[in-house]
T-cell receptor
Framework: DVKVTQSSRYLVKRTGEKVFLECVQDMDHENMFWYRQDPGLGLRLIYFSYDVKMKEKGDIPEGYSVSREKKERFSLILESASTNQTSMYLC?????????????FGPGTRLTVT | GENVEQHPSTLSVQEGDSAVIKCTYSDSASNYFPWYKQELGKGPQLIIDIRSNVGEKKDQRIAVTLNKTAKHFSLHITETQPEDSAVYFCAASSPSTDSWGKLQFGAGTQVVVTP
C-alpha cells in the first residue's frame, strides 16, 4: 500500500521559531510537493521538487524554504514562523509525468504559531 | 498560469439524491482533471480523473464530465450516502514545460449528506 507520512499531526510553535516539517514517501516517486490548506482557499502549492536537490517555487513560497537530500524525503522549513503561517500543511508525491498523474497525500500537519 | 474555480462551496443533499460539483479552468492547454475527496482528519485522496481526450468517465456511483470548449468539468455523485460527506476538490494540470505535473486546485466543496 502506497504511503506518504508526515512527521507530526499537530505542532505548536512560537513566533520567530524555526520550524521543520518532514515528509517521507515509500513509492520511489520523483515528484514531491508541499501545499498549504486554508478554508475557502483550497490547496495552494508552496514548493515542489522533481528530483533530489532540485526545487521549484510554487504559488506561495514566501517565508518558506525546502530541502530534498534524498529521493524519499522532502522537508519544509519555516525560517522564522509567523502567526499568518498557522495552517494545515499537506505533503504529496507523484510519479514524474508532465501530462499529470495522481498525487498521493500525507495526512497533514496542523501547525499553530502563537 | 492555470486558474481553477469551483462551485458551490457547500452542498447539502438528502441521502439518495444526486450531487453535482462544477469547476471551470482557464488554460486551454490543460489536459488532466482529477477529483479528490478529503475526509475529516485525512489527506485528499483521488476518486476519479479524466483526460482531455475523453468526454465522460464513470466509476460506480461517481462520474466526471468534461467540456473542453467551455473549459469546465463536473463531478456527479448519484445515490448519495452518508459516507460521501467530505470535502471535494477539483484540479487541473497543464503540460507546459515548467509544470512537471503540477496541479492547480479549486477551493473545495463541503458536501453534507443528511439521512
Amino acid at each position: 500500500d502506497v504511503k506518504v507520512t508526515q512527521s507530526s499531526r499537530y505542532l505548536v510553535k512560537r513566533t520567530g521559531e524555526k520550524v521543520f516539517l518532514e515528509c517521507v514517501q515509500d513509492m520511489d516517486h520523483e515528484n514531491m510537493f508541499w501545499y498549504r490548506q486554508d478554508p475557502g482557499l483550497g490547496l495552494r502549492l508552496i514548493y515542489f521538487s522533481y528530483d533530489v536537490k532540485m526545487k521549484e517555487k510554487g504559488d506561495i513560497p514566501e517565508g518558506y524554504s525546502v530541502s530534498r537530500e534524498k529521493k524519499e524525503r522532502f522537508s519544509l522549513i519555516l525560517e522564522s514562523a509567523s502567526t499568518n503561517q498557522t495552517s494545515m500543511y499537506l505533503c504529496a508525491s507523484s510519479p514524474l509525468d508532465p501530462t499529470g498523474d495522481e498525487q498521493y497525500f500525507g495526512p497533514g500537519t496542523r501547525l499553530t504559531v502563537t | 498560469g492555470e486558474n481553477v474555480e469551483q462551485h458551490p462551496s457547500t452542498l447539502s443533499v438528502q441521502e439518495g439524491d444526486s450531487a453535482v460539483i462544477k469547476c471551470t479552468y482557464s488554460d486551454s492547454a490543460s489536459n488532466y482533471f482529477p477529483w479528490y475527496k478529503q475526509e475529516l482528519g485525512k489527506g485528499p485522496q483521488l476518486i476519479i480523473d479524466i483526460r482531455s481526450n475523453v468526454g465522460e468517465k464513470k466509476d460506480q456511483r461517481i462520474a466526471v464530465t468534461l467540456n473542453k470548449t467551455a473549459k469546465h468539468f463536473s463531478l456527479h455523485i448519484t445515490e448519495t450516502q452518508p459516507e460521501d460527506s467530505a470535502v471535494y476538490f477539483c484540479a487541473a494540470s497543464s503540460p507546459s514545460t515548467d509544470s512537471w505535473g503540477k496541479l492547480q486546485f479549486g477551493a473545495g466543496t463541503q458536501v453534507v449528506v443528511t439521512p
